[in-house]
T-cell receptor, first 113, second 112 residues
Framework: DAGVIQSPRHEVTEMGQEVTLRCKPISGHDYLFWYRQTMMRGLELLIYFNNNVPIDDSGMPEDRFSAKMPNASFSTLKIQPSEPRDSAVYFC???????????FGPGTRLLVL | GQQVMQIPQYQHVQEGEDFTTYCNSSTTLSNIQWYKQRPGGHPVFLIQLVKSGEVKKQKRLTFQFGEAKKNSSLHITATQTTDVGTYFCAVNDQTGANNLFFGTGTRLTVIP
């Protein structure tokens, strides 16, 4: 298996622009997680899905952030409008059984100018 | 909320020396996981500990879960340059909430 796939790998945008991050989980994994990593706050869970249904989005920082999972092989994390403080590495992860053994994607390095 | 402290924050060792990182929680844990993240890379799952006092080994890595299930350690024997990276613990507490809280990580540098 190719593992978790994320795109783009790098994104540079200007404040106010919409940003869409994409993730393809490992086939057969029922759980998908979105994390954000910064030097100041470390690795934070934003939202997770089980069988394409959002279960807990309490980690989503603001209404500017939204996530969808239209099918078992695709998820998006959207930031609209983006702000400089959103600059971070965004990781997608998937797993077979909830919070056990998560497989992380390579991440999207986002820079908002 | 869940408080997870990892110490030390940074560690520089000479190649061949041992290394230990500690993870401490303010609450009793359901389980604890350890991840390794290479510079510029993504977290990679290493192991999960569930039982009180559990000890697991992976080659030169030894993982231990405290008797009270509030702390854990990762010990690397005879470090190699390939061990470079940041080691994170991630905890699931016993409140019943589905979540995973990552520690602040210990960044290991191995000097050849």
């Amino acid at each position: 298996d190719a593992g978790v796939i994320q795109s783009p790998r790098h994104e540079v945008t200007e404040m106010g622009q919409e940003v869409t991050l994409r993730c393809k989980p490992i086939s057969g994994h029922d759980y998908l997680f979105w994390y954000r990593q910064t030097m100041m706050r470390g690795l934070e869970l934003l939202i997770y899905f089980n069988n394409n249904v959002p279960i807990d989005d309490s980690g989503m920082p603001e209404d500017r952030f939204s996530a969808k999972m239209p099918n078992a092989s695709f998820s998006t994390l959207k930031i609209q409008p983006s702000e400089p403080r959103d600059s971070a590495v965004y990781f997608c992860a998937s797993s077979l059984r909830g919070f056990e053994t998560q497989y992380f994607g390579p991440g999207t390095r986002l820079l908002v100018l | 909320g869940q408080q997870v402290m990892q110490i030390p924050q940074y560690q520089h060792v000479q190649e061949g020396e041992d290394f230990t990182t500690y993870c401490n929680s303010s609450t009793t844990l359901s389980n604890i996981q350890w991840y390794k993240q290479r510079p510029g890379g993504h977290p990679v799952f290493l192991i999960q500990l569930v039982k009180s006092g559990e000890v697991k080994k992976q080659k030169r890595l030894t993982f231990q879960f405290g008797e009270a299930k509030k702390n854990s350690s990762l010990h690397i024997t005879a470090t190699q340059t390939t061990d470079v990276g940041t080691y994170f613990c991630a905890v699931n507490d016993q409140t019943g909430a589905n979540n995973l809280f990552f520690g602040t990580g210990t960044r290991l540098t191995v000097i050849p």
